[in-house]
Antibody, heavy 124, light 108 residues
Framework: QVQLVESGGGVVQPGKSLTLSCAAS????????LHWVRQAPGKGLEWVAF????????FSADSVKGRFTISRDDSKNSLSLQMNSLRVDDTAVYYC?????????????????WGQGTLVTVSS | EIVMTQSPATLSVSPGERATLSCRAS???????LSWYQQKPGQAPRLLMY???TRATGVPARFSGSGSGTEFTLTISSLQSEDFAVYYC?????????FGGGTKVEIK
C-alpha cells in the first residue's frame, strides 16, 4: 500500500531555513505528481506546492512563492520542500500528498494518499 | 483564486441520523472537479469523494456527494461513531487548488 513518511520538522527562528523530506513507497513514484499541503494549528488545509511527474512543472502558492522550493529525487523515491525566510505564519503541520493522476495529462489535482505530517514551528 | 465556503462550521448529529454538509464555490467549478476529505483528530486527511460524487476506495456507501456549478453537498445517510470528524471540500478546477474551511461533525 502507499506510504508517505515526512521528516525534518522542528522549531526554527523567523528568517531561518528548514528542509522537509518525504519518503515514499508502495507505488511507482516516478509516475505521479506530488504535493505539499499544510495545516496551521486548529485551522484548515492549505495547498503549498506541486511538482509533476518528471519534475518539469512546479507550482507554488502565492503565500510561499520565492521562499519555498519543491523538488524530487526519483532515484530515491523522495520528495523535498526547501523552506527559506520562514515566518511565524508558516507554523503548521506539513503533509506530503500524492496526486491521483498517473503520468500527467489529467485535469486538476486532488490528493489520494497523505503522509502523517511533520510539524514546523517558527518562533523566536 | 476560487474561495470555498463550507457550512455549517459545526454540525451536531445523533448516531443513526442523516448529516448534510454544504460547500459553496465563489465561481463555477466546471465538470464537477470537487473532492471531499475526512480528517479525524491527530490524523492526516483521507480522500472520501472525487468528481463530486465518486466514492474513493473503501468509502462506505452511506457517504454520497452531489451538486454542480457553485453548490455541492456531502451527505452521510446514517451516522456511525467513526464518522464524527472534520470534513473538507476542495476544488481542483483551477490553480491554485483550494479547500473549504471545514465542517466539524460532532455527536449530539
Amino acid at each position: 500500500q502507499v506510504q508517505l513518511v515526512e521528516s525534518g520538522g522542528g522549531v526554527v527562528q523567523p528568517g531561518k531555513s528548514l528542509t522537509l523530506s518525504c519518503a515514499a513507497s508502495g507505488f511507482t513514484f516516478s509516475s505521479y505528481g506530488l504535493h505539499w499541503v499544510r495545516q496551521a494549528p486548529g485551522k484548515g488545509l492549505e495547498w503549498v506546492a506541486f511538482i509533476s511527474h518528471g519534475g518539469n512543472n512546479v507550482f507554488s502558492a502565492d503565500s510561499v512563492k520565492g521562499r519555498f522550493t519543491i523538488s524530487r529525487d526519483d532515484s530515491k523515491n523522495s520528495l523535498s520542500l526547501q523552506m527559506n525566510s520562514l515566518r511565524v505564519d508558516d507554523t503548521a503541520v506539513y503533509y506530503c500528498a500524492k496526486d491521483y493522476c498517473p503520468g500527467g495529462g489529467c485535469h486538476g489535482h486532488y490528493f489520494d494518499s497523505w503522509g502523517q505530517g511533520t510539524l514546523v514551528t517558527v518562533s523566536s | 483564486e476560487i474561495v470555498m465556503t463550507q457550512s455549517p462550521a459545526t454540525l451536531s448529529v445523533s448516531p443513526g441520523e442523516r448529516a448534510t454538509l454544504s460547500c459553496r464555490a465563489s465561481q463555477s467549478v466546471s465538470s464537477s472537479y470537487l473532492s471531499w476529505y475526512q480528517q479525524k483528530p491527530g490524523q492526516a486527511p483521507r480522500l472520501l469523494m472525487y468528481g463530486t460524487s465518486t466514492r474513493a476506495t473503501g468509502v462506505p456507501a452511506r457517504f454520497s456527494g452531489s451538486g454542480s456549478g457553485t453548490e455541492f453537498t456531502l451527505t452521510i445517510s446514517s451516522l456511525q461513531s467513526e464518522d464524527f470528524a472534520v470534513y473538507y471540500c476542495q476544488q481542483y478546477n483551477n490553480w491554485p487548488v483550494t479547500f473549504g474551511g471545514g465542517t466539524k461533525v460532532e455527536i449530539k
